[in-house]
């Protein structure tokens, strides 16, 4: 038996989950997860329907369209993967991608990093480390920014990973990148979006005086910041801290919010629609 | 529409979410939450499925009944109610019965209080700012035991509640109470339960260094301290906590932890099999 | 033996720790409780000592007085208390209030409410429950808020409370009444602060998206939403929420952070400094 | 200047803190960071005191003895180090492994892994990934513990490492290690300590429903898994979780816990006494 998982976002009305289930039913699947939503505000219903079978994705894929067109569906069939690709795009900040790496050598993750793209090259270590090629693309000058998105296009087009994720990089993406990228490129933001956007984010913590730090992930869209958020989490912040041991303990949040998020996306658990998502756990 | 609540627990086998579903559409009814899991360890499957119908409970017990059947199912219909009735048992600690009366008050719990049970007469004045009827229980000696707890069975034999809330009762319920009241009766532990079973919990916590402390609100069976789990928080203990601390600490919890129980088993929501419980939430 | 509190701000120094330290022994004190802090980035040091002594607390202030000019302190020596007193002020929504009630009645909170002030009248009954004084000081017409003001700053001058509540107060208060008041007034935000000033913070938080909701208390200040922030909470979200929901699962987080921000005042526990405050735990 | 740690605990008594206090001044040290606390149930007081200093370690000892005999200390004076050196022993799981090394590596914990030894083999790539020297240890037969053990104490005697930490090491070991290195040992249980003692602790959490998981950090003592407990933490357990759901989402925490235990006896801010810690944050 194979496993298939399908996402679905329609409006709502009555009669879709039997419709879905009947379907599985008829193509000899059995159901082990399936999780389902209704969003009230937007009238609209959202469900993942994880299931055995022992066809084939592309059959799969021609029988659900006569399902989808009848109730105007937005869809996906996926087939979960133990060895995804990920490119890994990194600044000088290493603890996010020690730990995506660390994921994917003990197994943790159901994937493996193939390549790494850095704008500094503190991290070619880390990247030698672990056998996976790492590209220093710098920003020569100020002037040479189109150069560089350039070359990181190239790299990307060439590597064609099934996820790109921005571990600490910390330069601004260009409108042309989140078009081509977006969609499968997730970012982890060191504070709890929406509250302190932009760079700084631990200092802007600290002088406001909050008694907890965050962290975001979330997808890649041409407004920065703004893209539909995937995970988060906060940790206490102490009296006794400082911008810079904010900045230690909002580490280990950015690590772990980060991976949950690249799980989620994985095991095609999130469903991005109206600039939020559902992720089905 | 009516709205009713179905929940089942059954065999795992292929087919039941379809066959669910399509008996809900028969009925004309429509799906606004639904929730299911599988037990793989126990080869069992259980759903939770909210839907509005223009139906009668009876009529869709009745026709249920058939599917029920096909799959070996136990099962339950509810509808949900706006103010189901809660009996309240206390001993001397009243934290836990002014969460619940005053959630009551203000709509936050879709209950009522209609009966107070103390063993002391501690808590007659929180019965009365609220109306409620207090019903003073005291265990006049060692011998009297079984006395109190005759006076305690007539009592809710009389008020019929809905629900029986054991609100820091500090008193161990005989075996024919359990088993007359036991599935509708639930227990708050001040302690994150495996960890500090019996009595003086927060003091064993301190005596072995935990750095959280814990509540747990469980249903309640024949042996103590070992009911299906329903809900668990905890909270940070920190070095300057004394047990008296700890104490005061976790109150804020079993409050918590408590009325989330309560609310879970009020909207239906809770599933108890094999001395574990499934909350779809 | 008595109990203080001494509580101070200065610029950081060596020495300063063992003056106060000389002092303590010197007035025949024994720290029961002490804690302190090094903001560098400003440059101040921020201590809180709890002591027994058998002197006076008028005789302290007049032997730190001396101390304190040696290091150009901002100081207060507070007496704890049993039975602080609170006003509420309210609106609509009782589940603070409730909260406060029951908390003042089980002795949780050091401290009884003797004032309720309400802009509407549903929340009569609470207090009249627990026997409290409740003003209903309606806004009668868009140009009498001037006199609602008036009338309310009357009865707080008539109550003379040690603190005051704004338990979901849903009124904008002017310059005169912060200023007033505003250092010995705390109020609860439905968001985590700075995320989603304003009202409709749990509407705003469900459009976007945000994994988890959030509650803040602070002391006022003219600036809306920007007063010191003395506590902070958070509470997962789902995705199954809708803004009431949220709304609901925030008033949990509302009354418990509330109370805590409320205890720590009245446990003298709170430094408010530069827009931020330390608290000691 | 020098930076030196101060810990302490003695039988609590009045003018403790300003003795000590009067010593920092007196060797010209300025405090950078003090916390204290009273363990009122023991009668003793906790202290611990970092601070600047032109002088030696040696020469603060030697005056600080004076001090302590006054009050009957048990003490310490320690100097922060940027490289402390940790010995890791493991099995089969890697999590805590790649997470230590990690760390090291990007400076997130003030430390290098010297030696690494496993019983098993499968972590002998990781260690050669970050350069560290792997001692494979394995058992040949029933019989054949004491021969490892001695092994494994001979490979700990040469590397002298300031640490130990059992990251998922499966074996029990034998009075006369914990006798040799228990105190500057550090293991991870993957359980809520007291709950779910011993091994298949997550069995016995899914077994027994609780709705959360944890993960304990402790030094080592001849009593297993009762040693002085140093950092916990907990993560919700959904009811859609296995027992292998469950361990997955536990390493996460087993890495956090572990890794903050390290960091906190690192960096000296642990005092174990009475079979608890103090932790000062």
């Known amino acids: 038996?194979?496993?298939?998982?399908?996402?679905?976002?329609?409006?709502?009305?009555?009669g879709i989950v039997a419709d879905v289930a009947?379907?599985?039913?008829?193509?000899?699947?059995?159901?082990v997860d399936a999780g389902q939503t209704s969003d009230v505000e937007?009238?609209?219903?959202?469900?993942?329907?994880?299931?055995?079978?022992?066809?084939?994705?592309?059959?799969?894929?021609?029988?659900?369209?006569?399902?989808?067109?009848?109730?105007?569906?937005?869809?996906?069939?996926?087939?979960?993967?133990r060895s995804a690709t990920l490119a890994v795009l990194v600044s000088k900040e290493g603890h996010c991608l020690y730990d995506l790496l660390g994921r994917c050598a003990t197994g943790d993750l159901p994937a493996r990093v193939t390549t790494i793209v850095g704008n500094h090259a503190d991290l070619a270590q880390a990247a030698e480390r672990f056998g996976v090629p790492f590209h220093h693309l710098p920003v020569a000058s100020r002037d040479a920014s189109a150069a560089q998105e350039s070359a990181l296009t190239d790299a990307?087009?060439?590597?064609?990973?099934?996820?790109?994720?921005?571990?600490?990089?910390?330069?601004?993406?260009?409108p042309a990148f989140t078009e081509e990228f977006g969609e499968r490129t997730i970012n982890i933001h060191h504070s709890f979006l929406p509250a302190f956007v932009g760079a700084n984010a631990y200092r802007q913590a600290w002088e406001r005086g909050v008694k907890?730090?965050?962290?975001?992930?979330?997808y890649v869209t041409a407004d920065l910041d703004q893209g539909p958020i995937i995970a988060q989490d906060v940790a206490r912040a102490s009296h006794a801290d400082t911008p810079a041991t904010l900045a230690r303990r909002g580490r280990d949040l950015e690590s772990l919010v980060l991976a949950s998020a690249v799980r989620a996306h994985l095991e095609h658990r999130v469903v991005a629609y109206q600039g939020r998502t559902v992720v089905f756990e």
């Open 1 to 14: 038996m194979e496993r298939a998982v399908l996402l679905l976002v329609c409006p709502d009305a009555p």
């Open 42 to 81: 937007h009238g609209l219903f959202i469900q993942r329907v994880e299931f055995d079978h022992d066809s084939t994705a592309g059959a799969l894929r021609a029988s659900f369209g006569v399902v989808a067109a009848r109730w105007d569906m937005r869809w996906q069939v996926r087939v979960p993967s």
């Open 212 to 218: 907890l730090i965050g962290a975001t992930a979330h």
């Open 156 to 174: 990307l087009r060439d590597a064609q990973p099934d996820l790109i994720v921005l571990a600490r990089y910390m330069r601004i993406l260009p």
């Open 22 to 31: 009947a379907w599985v039913a008829a193509v000899g699947g059995n159901i």
